[in-house]
């Protein structure tokens, strides 16, 4: 009944408890009188509601903040500095050190158990083996001597900043791998006395990690190292017999039972790990009772024998511990001949146990009658933050703090917890304990079981909740906090369990949500402690670095080792990679000297080829503007030039600049951009020849030129005019964000709109703000000019005129008409791809409209177009065509040079094939196919006047469209079709598809035909087709391509968030497309869920595909599978090969079973392409294929750009660095690509 009368009274007297209010050691004001104010008020009100109970004051009560002492002032920034830095860095440290950690451990698994254990002490004498160890060491003294010339880096200290961020990843790497705290601490010092001559980090490594491990194994104790070997868990022996286990178990479990005094009401101490034991017992009771070798009778019956022995023995101790009690003995001799006189282990454990209740019973007594007036709630005020609190201050120095939650609505804490917990595993059990409830304070203690393994939580020493815990079994007691009443103390240990298990965790913390709110507010209350207590720790480490890194750094300059600062900048010129702003480089290329300069381009301007090259520029339009585009590109930062094709703007704007500059004696050096390698190629050879230099000069220290493409930079020092692809420039900007050492950015053929220009011109935008000395030039060669000037803020328009002949325009009818061309398949026999949809515009447009506009040509030739597919190219009627052409008295002026237009490499091919077959064209013509995939050697025949005789045929994709110039042809055959980028919206991927072109493509095609005489032009779709259902414009590739790859290089380029950045584009994507794309990046991993670029999402910017196919191509090349993964991304990235006439699909369907693998489509079409390609490979003929082709009713047409397209993809993973080649495979890949 002692409990009871406890309990009542503070009853008794209840201003008792708050009269001994504990005052702050600095007095506030008030402070005083509000608790003398509380001391009348009720019971129930006396515990703060929420976390503390400060009284409510005005912002006039409080007192001025006081002035910081320079001490703590210079503290303070220091803790902000150091937080800045955990906050930067922190994240990418521990996670570099995880992976690092992962990898080593990964290795030790895989390596070790290869590896042939060597036992040096066995063959080498011991004297002999410390001679080598003491050698060893002597060459070590001087630091840098350690570090082998393969691994010796720059010569040069890190900046402090960097060398903090990676000690600090090499201390978290080394810590993980069990090397002793002093040792890494040692390593560390080491590392930096080496760390101008440590090499950068090489891939999937960390910066120092060898060396730091090269320094443990030579330092370390065979005890401090890791152990070699993989050691696995101790397995535990089964007993093979259960029934003694049993009974032992039995017999722990009932003498810990009988060990525990009875508990005291107030505030004791729970045994926890007492409590943790019998559990573990329990467990293994449990296990030995469902061993089905057990045999349960017979444990039960020697239980019954052996627990009378155990229940006297407990009685022994019970006696043991009265007898104690009673005669207080000063001394222990007298406790043993109380023993009994067998001195048994018995007794010697009764001993025991018996002087552990006295000490417990001892101690209860003291809390019941010393702490009777000390285990009453008082208020205190914090010193820092002036907020009460209400606490309960035992006598032994406990501090207990009281918090009231109030009352709640919602869910309940514990029914959240035991949800949670069953996710993990459905069998956990989940007990609650009272271990306090008094008055004015509760406390609750959980006990949860697992039986599925858990990570337990730790515990931390500060912490208002103690953690016991391992594997199976978690049990959480509130110690240092409690609250008014029991509902709410059973919710604050349910809330402080769920958080304990399940925060860090980013899937599983989000069971938070379901909290009321109250609770809610606790679980981030926790959280941000923990997160302080974190960031805490990691200032401290980074503290202790930084203080390693300053020494070195003053050791440094007091040695005189290094300059620093603008010193060191007027000593050692800078890098390119360093260069700040292109102020710097300009003063870096004046270096030459402005003589200098102009002696190089006198030598250059005064050699007879020269001078005769420059008659010959003088006929092209673009020479008389010359003084023009000088002017404009002087007083504007941005000037637009918009000249039709052919007058000369790609060739002659660049040299404008490249002579002005070197004239004048300024250091130039200018870019321009072609949108495709073929174009780059052949305008920087046509450049260099106009500036006298030789064929061979071209990229070399003797030529100005050069160009730059992917797989090949043909420059040197010397070049000051580069052609190179968007791509390259997109590169650079990448790697340098400014272009320091470009002066003059040309950018060519604009009026594509690709998306990789439109790019550009948002980061150019930008970039000239902080550039002012950048010269942009935009060269389009469409009257859309105004759009670009209007976004570039007003950028000056020259606007050039072009020199070309009338064209006479003819389309499919008149090509029918003029040669009598029946189409020799019927309309059944036309070819559809079995996974394709119907072209939609196969159904639109009346057909009416149509037969009114052939109503001047023949029945025949009506008959004829009824028939035709304008989708698919009748290459037999453009043979016919130019066949006719050449041999028409009235068109036979037009047959010189014929330029056909095709969509893609296989129908140059189809076409290449067909006309050197046959005997009209077998002698007197020359046939050049133009592609980029042909090598460039091959190609530049194509652009010379053919021999007297004889005439040209020129088959090119739309590269000839604008990109070159083919100046003596006389006749177009443009069959409106070219090969580009759609989204599918099926496939969810980016595909290469064959589509008409646009009025404006057509226009600039025809115009081709009219250079040096009047033209002629076929356009081999209907003049109903060119009127009424083509486009005007081309749609900008940012419409209608994935958004994938821009948001990457968004990333990479670092100049902001995607959705702002893409928003500034000419034509802006929709805000939903932009979504989509930053969701699937996400979705593959190549951006976090904060949008940060991942290490996989940099390597997927290189891959010219969607991320899924590029992450699919990555992995190939990992796991050993390149052309598989290769090949498959080329089949989603084209139409399906797979064809069949119409009334044919069911032979069709069979014949594609015939491939069929599992049931993947993907596989199945595998299947087929490398059957037809070993039929390819097999040298029987062009005929061999295309009966295969036939009979499997596949395209050969569509199998021929899978390849094609597997050639570009693995060009570009070649580029990317993700594939090492040999040199040898490098010159055959180039070769091919070219």
Known sequence: MAGAKKKKKPAVNPARGFATTSIASKPRPESEEKPSKDAHAPQTKS????????????????????????????????????????????????????????????????????ADTVNVPKWLPQDLFDHVLDLIEAETRFAASSVSPENAGSGKMPPEEEMIIRLWTLRQTLEAVAFPESRVEA???????????????????????????????????????????????????????????????????????????????????????????????????????????????????????????????????????????????????????????????????????????????????????????????????????????????????????????????????????????????????????????????????????????????????????????????????????????????????ATAALFHIFSGNSREEKVALRLPPVWRDLWNEMNDAKRERLASQDRDAIKSLRTLVRERHDQELEDGVILQGAFRGRSTPKSQDSTENGHVDRKKLTSTGTEEFKKIWADKSSTPKFRAMLESRKQLPMW?????????????????????????????????????????????????????????????????????????????????????????????????????????????LESSNDLGEVTHLVLDEVHER??????????????????????????????????????????????????????????????????????????????????????????KGPKNDLAQSLSAYSAKTRATLSQLDEYHIEFDLIVQLISHIATDESLYDYSKAVLVFLPGIADIRTLNDMLLG??????????????????????????????????????????????????????????????????????????????????????QRRGRAGRVQNGLCFHMFTKYRHDNLMADQQTPEM??????????????????????????????????????????LIDVRALTTGEELTPLGRQLARLPLDVFLGKLILLGTVFKCLDMAITVAAILSSKSPFSAPFGQRAQADKARMAFRRADSDLLTVYNAYLAWKRVCQSNSGLGKEFQFCRKNFLSQQTLANIEDLKAQLLVSLVDSGFLSLTEEERRALKARRR
């Open 624 to 732: 008389q503007f010359r003084p023009r585009v000088l002017e404009a590109v002087e007083k504007s930062q941005v000037v637009i030039v918009c000249g039709e094709t052919g007058c000369g703007k790609s060739t002659q704007v660049p040299s404008f600049l490249l002579e002005h500059e070197l004239s004048q004696g300024k250091p130039c050096k200018i870019y321009c951009t072609e949108p495709r390698r073929i174009s780059a190629i052949s305008l920087a050879r046509r450049v260099s020849e106009e500036l006298g230099e030789n064929k061979s000069d071209l990229g070399s220290s003797r030529s100005l030129v050069g160009y730059s493409i992917r797989l090949e930079a043909n420059t040197s020092r010397e070049t000051r005019l580069v052609y190179a692809t968007t791509g390259i420039v997109m590169r650079m």
């Open 47 to 114: 515990v703060a509601a929420g976390k503390t109970s400060p009284p409510v004051k005005t912002p006039s009560q409080h007192p001025p903040q006081p002035q910081l002492s320079p001490e703590e002032f210079e503290r303070q920034l220091e803790e902000s500095e150091l937080q800045l830095l955990v906050e930067k860095h922190a994240s990418r440290a521990k996670r570099d050190a995880q992976r690092q950690r992962s990898r080593l451990e990964t290795d030790r698994r895989l390596l070790r158990s290869q």
């Open 918 to 1003: 046959d005997p009209r064209f077998s002698k007197d013509w020359l046939v050049y196919p133009l592609h980029s995939t042909i090598a460039t050697e091959d190609q530049e025949s194509a652009f010379l006047v053919p021999p007297p005789g004889m005439r040209k045929i020129v088959l090119a994709t739309n590269i000839a469209e604008t990109g070159i110039t083919i100046p003596d042809v006389t006749c177009v055959i443009d069959t409106g079709k070219h090969r580009e980028m759609r989204f599918d919206e099926k496939r969810q991927l980016s595909r290469l598809i064959d589509t008409f072109i646009s009025r404006a493509n057509a226009k």
């Open 1039 to 1080: 419409l209608r391509l994935s958004l994938q790859d821009l948001a990457i290089r968004v990333k990479i380029c670092k100049i902001g968030r995607i959705e702002e950045t893409l928003a500034g584009a000419l034509d802006p994507p929709s805000a939903k497309n932009i979504r989509r794309a930053i969701d699937a």
């Open 754 to 843: 690709s998306i990789d220009s439109d790019f550009l011109l948002i980061v150019l935008k930008r970039l000239l703000i902080q550039r002012k000395d950048l010269k942009v030039i935009l060269m389009s060669a469409t009257v859309d000019a105004e759009r670009f000037s209007t976004y570039l803020g007003g950028a000056p328009i020259l606007n050039v005129p072009g020199r070309t002949f009338p064209v006479d325009v003819r389309y499919l009818e008149d090509a029918v008409e003029i040669t009598g061309y029946s189409s020799t398949s019927s309309p059944n026999e036309k070819m559809i791809a079995l996974d394709d949809e119907a072209n939609e515009d196969d159904a």
């Open 187 to 493: 390593a560390l010092r080491h590392i930096i006395e080496i760390a101008p001559h440590v090499a950068s980090a090489v891939k999937d490594s960390i910066w120092g990690l060898d060396e730091a491990l090269e320094w443990l194994a030579r330092q370390c104790t065979p005890d401090e190292l890791p152990s070699y070997e993989i050691k696995s868990k101790p397995v535990v022996k089964e007993p093979e017999d259960l029934v003694p286990e049993y009974v032992a178990t039995k017999a722990k479990l009932l003498t810990l039972s009988r060990s525990q005094a009875p508990r005291k009401n107030g505030v004791p101490d729970i045994d926890d790990e007492t409590r943790l034991e019998t559990a573990n017992l329990e467990a293994k009771l449990c296990k030995i009772e469902s061993d089905v070798l057990f045999d349960k009778a017979m444990g039960e019956h020697l239980w019954k024998l052996e627990r009378p022995i155990v229940e006297k023995e407990l009685a022994a101790v019970r006696k043991l511990y009265h007898t104690s009690k009673q005669e207080i003995p000063k001394e222990p001799a007298p406790a043993a001949d109380a023993k009994p006189s067998d001195g048994d282990e018995v007794a010697a454990e009764a001993e025991r146990v018996a002087a552990e209740l006295m000490a417990e019973n001892d101690d209860d007594s003291l809390d019941s009658i010393g702490g009777l007036f000390d285990s009453l709630p008082q208020h205190e005020v914090d010193d820092e933050t002036g907020k009460t609190a209400t606490v309960i201050n035992s006598s032994c120095g406990t501090r207990l703090e009281i918090r009231d939650f109030g009352e709640w609505s919602g869910i309940q804490p514990r029914r959240v917890l035991e949800e949670a917990c069953r996710s993990r595993d459905a069998s956990v059990r989940i007990s609650y304990e009272v271990i306090s409830d008094s008055t004015w304070a509760s406390r609750h203690s959980i006990d949860i079981g697992w039986t599925k393994a858990q990570e337990p939580p730790q515990d931390e020493a500060e912490s208002d909740v103690k953690i016991v815990a391992d594997q199976f079994r978690f049990i959480f007691t509130m110690v240092k906090i409690a609250t008014p009443n029991p509902k709410q103390s059973e919710s604050y240990i």
